[in-house]
């Protein structure tokens, strides 16, 4: 397994829109391996294949608390969602130390297959409805920030940009 780099909003290539993944096969559970170990190494809830600058549907997730439920999502698909919406507090490994709330669907139904390649049903709510919405937007090209006013969404990214510079002259 290895870590792999996640992208930082706001680099376009966070903008670009996933294709479905033909065959589980071994590169497809290697890349599977190497996004769980990038997103618990990261203390994260979720990563989609997007935010490690590979363009195809893959999401890992694990919102069990102590954290040893993976769930994997290939070429997911929401097959029913609740009217209900829900405001709650969303961050993203890919615009780090932004929180902000973002209006979702309270619960969804999610049909995937799995890192066996078998096809199967996630019924979610709580965080894992929100991150489940929150990964399949990033397969879209779509960033939470993107649902903020664009007097905030300009703030993050010039805040992400000074961060980035920084962090390259070694501040
Ligand atoms: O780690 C994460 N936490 C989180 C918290 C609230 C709503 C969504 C998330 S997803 C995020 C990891 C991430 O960036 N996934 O794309
Ligand atoms: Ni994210």
Redesign the pocket.
């Known amino acids: 397994m290895a870590r792999l780099p996640i992208l930082r909003y706001p680099d376009p290539r966070l903008h670009t829109v996933a294709r479905p993944v033909a065959s589980v096969d071994e590169r497809i559970r290697r890349l599977v391996d190497d996004m769980l170990e990038t997103m618990y190494e990261a203390?994260?809830?979720?990563?989609?294949a997007t935010?490690v600058d590979v363009h195809e549907r893959v999401i890992v997730m694990d919102t069990s608390e102590p954290r040893d439920r993976a769930v994997v999502l290939i070429n997911p698909e929401i097959v029913a969602r609740s009217e209900e919406l829900k405001v709650?507090?969303?961050?993203?490994?890919?615009v780090p130390q932004i929180y902000d709330k973002v209006e979702r669907h309270a619960r969804v139904t999610v049909r995937a297959l799995g890192r066996d390649g078998q096809p199967f049903e996630l019924d979610a709510e709580g965080?894992a409805s929100?991150?489940v919405q929150?990964?399949m937007d990033?397969l879209l090209g779509k960033v939470f920030v993107e649902y903020l006013s664009g007097l905030k969404r300009d703030r993050i990214r010039t805040k992400m940009l000074k961060k980035t510079r920084e962090e390259l002259r070694g501040e």
């Open positions: 203390d994260g809830v979720g990563l989609a935010q709650s507090e969303e961050g993203c490994l890919s965080l929100v991150c929150h990964e990033h």
